[in-house]
């Protein structure tokens, strides 16, 4: 889908640039913006390119992790049995539980982990979580931005999120899918 040339006054005032500013980032001069802003020019497709680009950057850089999070964060006491750890994921739909510890994170359940432990054999439903759980996932600041959760999504089933040492949410390779990709409805 083609943006419309008077998007780039809305996208530009969203972003909080100035024309000066767009014209820096995009290398159009800022003349040419105000022209095609007050619609007396129709830029050519170079410039009209440069500066959706150029607002495109902006607008990724300005995404944060805070806004795809999930903020309601279900997790399990690393005392807890496993068979409440397995409800949990059940009645939630998810695939992993962070595994807390007076309110601190110190491990993580997964469906993997636990299809792998049973599998050999080595997990009964009276087992604590606290035997049965892996590493902690990582923690993240809730101001970062969202490339940088999408690279550890490669190598981790979540991210948790915090802000002032609170852990405030969870972001999944569903919130990045989902983000990428809205829904329709």
């Known amino acids: 889908m083609i943006p419309e040339l008077s998007e780039i006054r809305i996208k530009r005032k969203e972003l909080h640039l100035t024309q000066e500013e767009l014209s820096e980032k995009s290398s159009v001069p800022q003349s040419v913006i105000a022209k095609i802003e007050n619609n007396k020019v129709i830029p050519s497709y170079e410039n009209a ?5 150029a607002l495109s950057f902006e607008l990724k850089k300005k995404q944060t992790v805070k806004s795809i ?15 409440e750890a397995i409800n949990l994921m059940n009645k939630h739909g998810i695939s992993q539980l962070p595994v807390m510890k007076k309110n601190i994170p110190i491990g993580t359940v997964t469906e993997k982990n636990l299809i792998e432990k049973i599998n ?27 490339e940088v959760v999408s690279s550890l999504l490669k190598y981790y089933p979540a991210a948790l999120i915090k802000e002032k040492d609170k852990i405030v949410g969870i972001v999944t390779r569903t919130n990045i899918i989902r983000k990428a990709i809205p829904s329709k409805s």
């Open 49 to 53: 390119k440069r500066i959706f680009d």
């Open 69 to 83: 999070m999930r903020k309601t964060l279900v997790s399990v006491l690393e005392k807890e049995k496993v068979s």
């Open 120 to 146: 050999s054999g080595t997990i009964n439903s009276s087992d604590k979580v606290k035997e049965v759980m892996e590493g902690c996932l990582p923690i993240l600041e809730s101001n970062s931005v969202i």
